[in-house]
Nanobody
């Protein structure tokens, strides 16, 4: 079992920045592929960003490329999502996800169904 706890959400003005954190426990963190997804009201949950077990490979949804950065600290068992130039379209609940047995995987996992564990979500609201 892997437990994921997100933090860092909140209310921010358009053009501002937020940094989300996701602390993991229960498994060797460096063996997990990690991802961030988001779900806006009335919409499906969508992939935002992903990072492989080592941190060397990252991937982003087109809508956030150049504005968001995913990173991980395997010593701290934490994955981050730095979000810059936020706009109202980024308003959503943001979820952290983990995929087991990803050690040695040199790609980003973008498919929701491939993730094994999910956090409870953190609300990000961007006011215009």
């Amino acid at each position: 079992q892997v437990q994921l706890v997100e933090s860092g959400g909140g209310l921010v003005q358009a053009g501002g920045s937020l940094k989300l954190s996701c602390a993991a426990s229960g498994r060797t963190f460096s063996s997990l592929a990690m991802g961030w997804f988001r779900q806006a009201p009335g919409k499906e949950r969508d992939f935002v960003a992903g990072i492989n077990w080592s941190g060397a490979i990252t991937g982003y949804a087109d809508s956030v490329k150049g504005r968001f950065t995913i990173s991980r600290d395997n010593a701290q068992n934490t994955v981050y999502l730095q979000m810059n130039s936020l706009d109202s379209e980024d308003t959503a609940v943001y979820y952290c996800a983990a995929k087991e047995t990803a050690f040695g995987l040199w790609s980003v996992v973008k498919e929701e169904y491939k993730y094994d564990y999910w956090g409870q979500g953190t609300q990000v609201t961007v006011s215009s």
